[in-house]
DNA sequence: GGGGAGAGATGCCGC
DNA sequence: GCGGCATTTCTCCCC
């Protein structure tokens, strides 16, 4: 049975050797840095990465209820009866008391990953798909470009209509809602105004868009069209598991 | 030295007595879902929870790499000489396939925490604050609602100006950009329109605000005000430092 | 359950 | 570094 003072040793020689620590422990917390939180005892999982990024974790959700950001620097000492894990980022005027009634699990590890997600799917596959298949937005429409950053913002697929009017495609992976509706006639409009022409049409592509987005859309004299993002791998399972039925 | 087999009764069986999951290892990792997702062989930390969420870390960076969401089935098999986790959500069509090379550690526990946080210094804060302090807003201001949901929007705070003119006010707990200010320009035109009146102030209060967001915020005859979130716990830290020195 | 908007958002890219 | 914007965003609130 490990005392106190050992998980002190432990936890600061695994931070000084740049290992990750995972703990299982019963707790509060306190923070205060761009907003203050305080979090009365619970079981939660903590992880300290190589990088100095603190996480903390409760038994159910998604999201870490509370963490500090790489560069942070850690320390586990002793105050009365209890550990306090005191975390600070001077630069960023964070910091972070975890104040530990119980050790319930400690372990360290030097962790080794250089590798980099492959993801796609994205809004910019969407983009992508809709340069090289031009009539998924329209007949007759004529890219000109993609995920063109210009001053007035970045504008996923820019093209010539088959009436030679110029149209902005904005697209969305989900569902489109009202801010992707001001972010399309924010680029319209600027659009407008540097080319020095009348009308610039406006097209949100999406799989699906909100009513209010689509009465919006329509008072602007934009249009919509249901565009689902692709899905690589997907394609790619359907086959495998056609020939998996060989 | 556990053998795989001996990891698959362990997690498995952890799972189903619904304890809180953490292992370290080396492995690769598929994921299909709303996008597509594929991650080469790597050391992570791989956490299971007691909702069934996954969270897959890597020794660096404050997200994880990939995830699952709760509800979400696992199942640890053998396949040749590896270890897989296969995560599936039948109902989100969402699965994911983790191999794992080499298991560098495993621990189960049943961990319990029903606490929700206390946070303060969001921008609900904020419009408190503005409405029991209008003159931050500015001389004059009257307010008539906070954080209202109103079929227009949701509004921060709504008001009345020194000359009796109706003003909305949007808070930013950080920089406002151009969302803000096209999100203020909706709850302004849509107050127009329902009130039938010809002229509605728009107000955003910030700390900062962006130089293109100004820029739009002047067009629209729209103002700025320079406000920074209350943080109630620094206030109290500064008088318990203050007592600390006594 | 869907819509709307905040988040201690984070992360990426481009200027 | 800031600005602009996507995110397997997630989460909450309200209708």
Redesign the interface.
């Known amino acids: 049975m490990l005392e106190q003072k050992d998980y002190v040793t432990l936890l600061n020689d695994a931070l000084r050797r740049n290992e990750?620590v995972?703990i299982?422990c019963n707790c509060s917390i306190?923070y205060?840095g761009?907003?203050?939180?305080?979090?009365?005892?619970?079981?939660?999982?903590i992880?300290i990465?190589?990088?100095n990024?603190l996480?903390v974790?409760?038994?159910?959700?998604?999201n870490p209820?509370?963490?500090m950001?790489?560069n942070t620097t850690h320390n586990l000492v002793l105050a009365g009866n209890k550990m306090v894990l005191q975390s600070r980022n001077l630069a960023q005027k964070e910091n972070m008391d975890i104040t530990i009634n119980k050790m319930?699990?400690f372990?360290s590890?030097k962790?080794?990953?250089?590798?980099?997600?492959?993801?796609?799917?994205?809004e910019a596959d969407m983009a992508d798909m809709l340069y090289k298949n031009p009539e998924l937005v329209e007949k007759g429409f004529m890219p000109v470009s993609k995920e063109e950053q210009t001053k007035y913002?970045f504008i996923d697929v820019l093209g010539i209509d088959k009436d030679g009017m110029l149209a902005v495609v904005e697209c969305k992976?989900?569902c489109a809602d009202?801010?992707a509706v001001?972010?399309l006639?924010?680029y319209v409009e600027r659009l407008m105004v540097s080319k020095g022409i009348s009308k610039v049409r406006g097209i949100i592509a999406a799989p699906k868009i909100t009513p209010n987005a689509q009465k919006m859309l329509e008072d602007w004299g934009y249009s919509f069209v249901s565009v689902k993002?692709p899905?690589?791998?997907?394609d790619f399972?359907k086959k495998q598991s056609r020939l998996d039925n060989f």
């Not at 962790?111 to 994205?122: F, K, M, N, Y």
């Not at 899905?231 to 997907?234: G, I, N, R």
């Open positions: 990750t995972l299982a306190r205060s761009r907003a203050e939180s305080f979090l009365e005892d619970g079981d939660r999982v992880i990465k190589s990088d990024t996480l974790h409760q038994p159910s959700g998604n209820i509370n963490y950001k790489q319930y699990f372990n590890q962790l080794e990953d250089g590798r980099s997600i492959v993801i796609s799917g994205t913002g992976r989900y009202l801010g001001t972010q006639r924010r993002p899905k690589y791998l997907e399972n």
